[in-house]
């Protein structure tokens, strides 16, 4: 039976079988099987969906990546999470779209360090003339920048 049932998740699909995890274990959280959890780590399953949702806004089209949707709270080096998996599907978005790898934070892993960072500051030198504006952190100006592309 085992057997069977991993020739069967190996079918469905790397992309499929976060879905499917997360469905299992919904439904047997539901059945009252298992208990429902929350954890603050970054989910490695997350890393491989990155969005895309134009949002228009003040005369402006917003991209998001599904995996927050703030545009004013910091984040910076050292943290993870959804907001940190945010900020680097939308820096792969952007160095795929202009075809340029310094945009890239060479991996969604929820991890805000050196090459997100790096990334970022290489981003914001696109969106901002101010040398001061290039602190590799995602802020209220920031933000924005990776969402529009508001390059000078």
Same mark, same amino acid.
């Given at each position: 039976?085992? &057997?069977?049932?991993?020739?069967?998740?190996?079918? +469905?699909?790397?992309?499929?079988?976060?879905?499917? +995890?997360?469905?299992?274990?919904?439904?047997?959280?539901?059945?009252?099987?298992?208990?429902?959890?929350?954890?603050?780590?970054?989910?490695?399953?997350?890393?491989?969906?990155?969005?895309?949702?134009?949002?228009?806004?003040?005369?402006?089209?917003?991209?998001?990546?599904?995996?927050?949707?703030?545009?004013?709270?910091?984040?910076?080096?050292?943290?993870?999470?959804?907001?940190?998996?945010?900020?680097?599907?939308?820096?792969?978005?952007?160095?795929?779209?202009?075809?340029?790898?310094?945009?890239?934070? &060479?991996?969604?892993?929820?991890?805000?360090?050196?090459?997100?960072?790096?990334? +970022?500051?290489?981003?914001?030198?696109?969106?901002?003339?101010?040398?001061?504006?290039?602190?590799?952190?995602?802020?209220? &100006?920031?933000?924005?920048?990776?969402?529009?592309?508001?390059?000078?």
């Amino acid at each position: 039976m085992v &057997k069977d049932s991993s020739k069967a998740i190996l079918k +469905v699909g790397v992309g499929r079988l976060a879905a499917l +995890v997360a469905s299992v274990a919904l439904g047997a959280s539901l059945l009252g099987l298992a208990p429902a959890t929350a954890t603050a780590a970054p989910d490695p399953s997350v890393a491989a969906t990155c969005g895309q949702s134009w949002k228009y806004s003040d005369g402006m089209y917003y991209l998001y990546t599904g995996h927050s949707d703030t545009n004013t709270i910091n984040t910076e080096r050292g943290q993870t999470g959804s907001r940190v998996f945010e900020v680097q599907c939308l820096l792969t978005y952007w160095a795929n779209r202009v075809g340029d790898s310094k945009y890239s934070p &060479k991996g969604v892993d929820g991890s805000f360090g050196a090459n997100t960072e790096n990334a +970022v500051i290489n981003a914001q030198k696109a969106c901002f003339s101010d040398s001061s504006q290039w602190d590799g952190e995602v802020g209220t &100006k920031t933000w924005p920048c990776l969402r529009r592309w508001s390059t000078k």
